[in-house]
T-cell receptor
Framework: QKEVEQNSGPLSVPEGAIASLNCTYS??????FFWYRQYSGKSPELIMF????GDKEDGRFTAQLNKASQYVSLLIRDSQPSDSATYLC??????????FGAGTQVVVTP | GAVVSQHPSRVICKSGTSVKIECRSL??????MFWYRQFPKKSLMLMAT?????????EQGVEKDKFLINHASLTLSTLTVTSAHPEDSSFYIC????????????FGEGSRLTVL
C-alpha cells in the first residue's frame, strides 16, 4: 500500500510569516514530487514540483526533497491571506501516476 | 499554461439515472487522462487511467461497469456514472497529460455530482 502522509492541520500562520508543510511517502520508487494548492470546492492548482534532492525555489515557495528520508516539504514565505487553502503533496509512482496525500489546511490570519 | 475543460461543473440527478462528465484538453493532445474522485475533506482518489484508443485501467475497488470511461480522441475523455446512487455523490476531477508517463498534469475544474 503506497502511502502519502501529511499533517491535516489546520496550520495557522500569521500574515507575513513562513508556513512550513511536511510530507512523507512510502514508495521508494517515487521520482517526482508535486505540490498542489486546492481552494475549497475547486480543483487542484500546481504550485511546483521537484525531483532532485535539495531545495528548489519558485517565488515565495521553496520545495525541499530528501529521498533517503522519503520526505518532501514546502515552505511558503511572506504568507498572504490568499495562501489560505489546502496543500496537497503528490509523489508520482513508477508509472507516473500521482499519489495524493490528504492535504494540509493552511489558514493565514491577518 | 494548458487548459483542461470539464463539463458539467455541477449536476444533480435522481437515483438510478446515468450521468456523463466530459473532460477536454483545449490546447494540447492528451495522451493520458486520469479520473479522480474526492469526498469532502478527503484526498483525491485515483479512479482510473485512460490512454487514448485503449481501455481504461481502473484502480482496485473501482467498478469498471459502474464508472465507464471512454478516451476516444486525444482531446476528449468521458466518465459515465451508471445507475447513480446517493453514495456516488462526490467531486469528480479529471486531469490530462501530454506524455504517457511523464509531463505536467493539468486538472479540469471538477464536476460536483449530487445524486438524490
Amino acid at each position: 500500500q503506497k502511502e502519502v502522509e501529511q499533517n491535516s492541520g489546520p496550520l495557522s500562520v500569521p500574515e507575513g510569516a513562513i508556513a512550513s508543510l511536511n510530507c512523507t511517502y512510502s514508495d521508494r520508487g517515487s521520482q517526482s514530487f508535486f505540490w498542489y494548492r486546492q481552494y475549497s470546492g475547486k480543483s487542484p492548482e500546481l504550485i511546483m514540483f521537484i525531483y532532485s534532492n535539495g531545495d528548489k525555489e519558485d517565488g515565495r515557495f521553496t520545495a525541499q526533497l530528501n529521498k533517503a528520508s522519503q520526505y518532501v516539504s514546502l515552505l511558503i514565505r511572506d504568507s498572504q491571506p490568499s495562501d489560505s487553502a489546502t496543500y496537497l503533496c503528490a509523489p508520482t509512482d513508477s508509472w507516473g501516476k500521482l499519489q495524493f496525500g490528504a492535504g494540509t489546511q493552511v489558514v493565514v490570519t491577518p | 499554461g494548458a487548459v483542461v475543460s470539464q463539463h458539467p461543473s455541477r449536476v444533480i440527478c435522481k437515483s438510478g439515472t446515468s450521468v456523463k462528465i466530459e473532460c477536454r484538453s483545449l490546447d494540447f493532445q492528451a495522451t493520458t487522462m486520469f479520473w479522480y474522485r474526492q469526498f469532502p475533506k478527503k484526498s483525491l482518489m485515483l479512479m482510473a487511467t485512460s490512454n487514448e484508443g485503449s481501455k481504461a485501467t481502473y484502480e482496485q475497488g473501482v467498478e469498471k461497469d459502474k464508472f465507464l470511461i471512454n478516451h476516444a480522441s486525444l482531446t476528449l475523455s468521458t466518465l459515465t456514472v451508471t445507475s447513480a446512487h446517493p453514495e456516488d455523490s462526490s467531486f469528480y476531477i479529471c486531469s490530462a497529460r501530454a506524455g504517457q508517463y511523464t509531463g505536467e498534469l493539468f486538472f479540469g475544474e471538477g464536476s460536483r455530482l449530487t445524486v438524490l
